[in-house]
């Protein structure tokens, strides 16, 4: 069986099933805003973005065939990226490949490998593995473009081809500020950290909630937003055609909350789970 290794250092998430199950344990039985079949959730390491990525994750359907996670970092020039392997290694077990709902969506929409190493699609699959350990995966990366929105309903016409039920998981994160970024238009300290989250990260998340993926689109590019619109837009393709409605936000933090501290680092960046 050819297996895709993490690529991941164990900072970004616990290695070992009991770190996993110790932190997710807690998630475990609460689908307070689901069971639900679309969400969105961030991707950064679990420190900082993991309990907000584990309320996403864990409003999902648990008895799906098919977990579909779709990741971003990717130009809207680019084309779908699909790990090719045939499964996925986590720290709980392997995830085997859903090859059928892949071939499917690769001949509606194109594609090619991702034989990149990235954060957006690895970081949660612990946390799939761990809410539906019967599921297989689709790994899948959409470009920053509409035509990720189009690549959503192409999930939804595929899975119905096959008859599979299948559970959608998009990952960005919001806004990236400061130093580390290259991305300061409201200097440094609390103005700042305000600003993000009141009004840059606050006009992505309208857009989302809205259900427009062109206003969504915008406000990405023209604001630097969100890291993976294009995830975000296939999302929200995949509910527009199962009618499943809007996304809600459930929960937004930021990784200057997380670290508590007195003084606003000088760094910092915002995340949304949502629920369709």
């Not at 807690?26 to 420190?47: D, K, L, N, R």
């Not at 008895?63 to 680019?78: A, R």
């Not at 998340?205 to 990405?220: F, K």
């Amino acid at each position: 069986m050819n297996l895709r290794e993490s690529c991941l250092t164990p900072g970004w998430y616990h290695k070992s099933p009991s770190g996993i199950n110790q932190f997710l344990s807690e998630f475990a039985t609460e689908q307070s805003y689901g069971p639900v079949y679309a969400a969105i959730a961030p991707h950064a390491g679990w420190y900082y973005s993991g309990r907000t990525a584990a309320k996403a994750m864990a409003s999902l359907h648990r008895d799906v065939e098919t977990i579909v996670v779709i990741g971003g970092h990717l130009p809207g020039n680019s084309p779908s990226l699909f790990a090719l392997e045939d499964a996925v290694s986590t720290p709980l077990g392997s995830m085997t490949i859903d090859a059928e709902l892949r071939a499917a969506l690769q001949q509606a929409i194109g594609g090619q490998e991702d034989h990149y190493p990235d954060n957006t699609v690895e970081v949660l699959l612990p946390m799939a593995r761990f809410f539906c350990p019967d599921a297989l995966l689709l790994w899948v990366r959409f470009p920053a473009a509409l035509c990720a929105f189009e690549a959503g309903k192409a999930i939804a016409a595929a899975a119905d081809d096959l008859g599979r039920s299948v559970a959608v998981v998009a990952s960005t994160d919001l806004t990236h500020y400061g130093v580390n970024y290259g991305f300061m238009p409201h200097g440094s300290g609390p103005e700042a950290l305000r600003w993000m989250k009141e009004v840059n990260d606050r006009n992505f998340i309208d857009a989302v909630e809205s259900g427009d993926p062109a206003a969504v689109l915008e406000r990405a590019q023209n604001d630097s937003s969100s890291c993976s619109a294009g995830a975000v837009l296939g999302a929200m393709g995949f509910a527009a055609a199962r009618d499943l409605g809007p996304a809600h936000l459930i929960e937004y933090t930021t990784s200057a909350d997380v670290e508590g501290n007195a003084k606003i680092p000088d760094s910092f960046v915002g995340y949304g789970a949502f629920v369709f």
